[in-house]
Every structure is written in C-alpha cells, then in structure tokens.
C-alpha cells in the first residue's frame, strides 16, 4: 500500500492525517500495540541517524523521504504504549459488516472499514444514531459527514484513538497521553541531534518545537 499524502493538523486534538491509496488506514505511520521489538538503544541510534541526515542535507526530496520515515520510525517507538487500533479497526469493520453493509468483493481484495461505511449510506438509516461496542473497552460509532455519507470514530479509554474524516481527508489517530509523552521523548532525541549537527556545521539554526503538540508544522521545519 502506498502512501499518497502526509500531513499533520489540530495540534490541539493531536491528530495525524493519513491518506493511502486504499481505503485502509496507513499503519505505516500509525501507531498499534505490537508494533516493534526493537530496544531502546536501537531506537535511539536509529533516530540519531535520520536526525543526522536531515541537518546535513539541502535536497528537499532527500529531506521529504526522511521527513516519511521519521513518521514511520516515530510510530513504531511509541507503540508500546499505544492501544491495539488494528484490532479495533477489525472489530468495527466486523460490527458493520453484521449490520448488514456487507458489500460484495468484485475482486478488488480484502474489503476496508470505508468500503462497509458506504455501502451502509441509504441501506441503514439510523447507523449515525448508534453506538457499537467493541472488545476490550473500544466503542464506534459512525457520524453524518459534513459532505456526504458516514464517518467513522473509534474510541478507546475517552480517547478517539481512529476516526475517518472522509474521502478528502482520510484517517487520523489521536494521540492518548501516554502515546504523547512517548512522542515527546522521541522529538527531544530527534531535535537534541539535529541541533548538535547544526551547530557543529556553524549553520545558522532554523526554529524548531520545543514541544511537538505546540508546533503543528514540525514537519516542515528540520
């Protein structure tokens, strides 16, 4: 599944944007229980090296796929706090597929979560006005659209934790506080290399986040 767009929005509701070229969340770059092995030392050597690399080079395409694989590597570093969202994705696409939007493959592969929620639009009149139970403490529920058709939000523990924002957006994963102080931990370690390359060059410095929910537009700084 590729990637066809990344970007980041509401520093406030701590969401992330995915958009791929299915229907299915891109679970490159969210975060899911279960996600890595790997030890805190690797992690920080490998975040160490993306942030060496974007504070020497100039190639913005250079500086586009790191920006990709810091996402990447962001999510998998604080999955292990993270709630199980494959799961609950699995689970609601379950409850709407026995709530009779089940539409049929025509050989396309393995149907998604927004396959089930447009075909439910004109066949299940009341989906907006229920809320599904999902196990282990996840609960769906599927919302009118501002353009057209249903949504789609999962929530675990009072945190949405998915939520579909339709065809011209995508998926976004609201970050729980556990998931946040992780996400903190990773961007002090990215931006503590990426300073120390900067000033050890004599480069001028360009502004970066102290704190990544107060800057929404990191993404285009380093």
């Known amino acids: 599944m590729g990637i066809s767009h ?3 929005t509401n520093a406030g509701n701590k969401q992330f944007i995915t ?4 229907g299915e969340p891109n ?3 969210i975060p899911s229980a279960g ?3 790997k030890s805190k030392a690797e992690f920080v050597n490998e975040i160490k090296e993306l942030a060496h690399k974007a504070a020497m080079t100039t190639n913005k395409k250079e500086l586009d796929y790191i920006h990709v694989k810091r996402a990447q590597l962001c999510a998998e570093y604080i999955s292990d706090v993270s709630p199980d969202r494959k799961a609950l994705y699995q689970q609601a696409k379950n409850v709407l597929k026995n709530q009779g939007g089940n539409p049929k493959c025509q050989g396309i592969g393995e149907l998604t979560l927004v396959d089930f929620l447009e075909d439910a639009e004109g066949k299940i009149s009341n989906l ?3 809320k599904f139970a999902l196990a282990g403490g996840g609960t769906l529920t599927c919302p009118i659209l501002t353009g057209e058709g249903y949504g789609a939000d999962i929530y675990y523990q009072g945190t949405k934790v998915l939520t579909y924002l339709g065809s011209g957006y995508g998926w976004a994963a609201e970050r729980t506080p ?4 992780k996400q903190q931990e990773f961007y ?5 290399e990426y300073r120390s390359v900067k000033n050890g060059k004599g480069t001028e410095m360009a502004e970066l986040p102290d704190y990544l929910e107060d ?3 990191f993404d285009q700084k380093a």
């Open 178 to 181: 556990a998931e946040r102080e």
């Open 27 to 29: 679970w490159s770059i």
């Open 19 to 22: 958009l791929t070229n299915s």
């Open 35 to 37: 996600k890595s092995g």
């Open 128 to 130: 907006a006005e229920k």
């Open 215 to 217: 800057r929404p537009t």
């Open 6 to 8: 990344i970007s980041n």
């Open 188 to 192: 002090a370690i990215y931006f503590n």
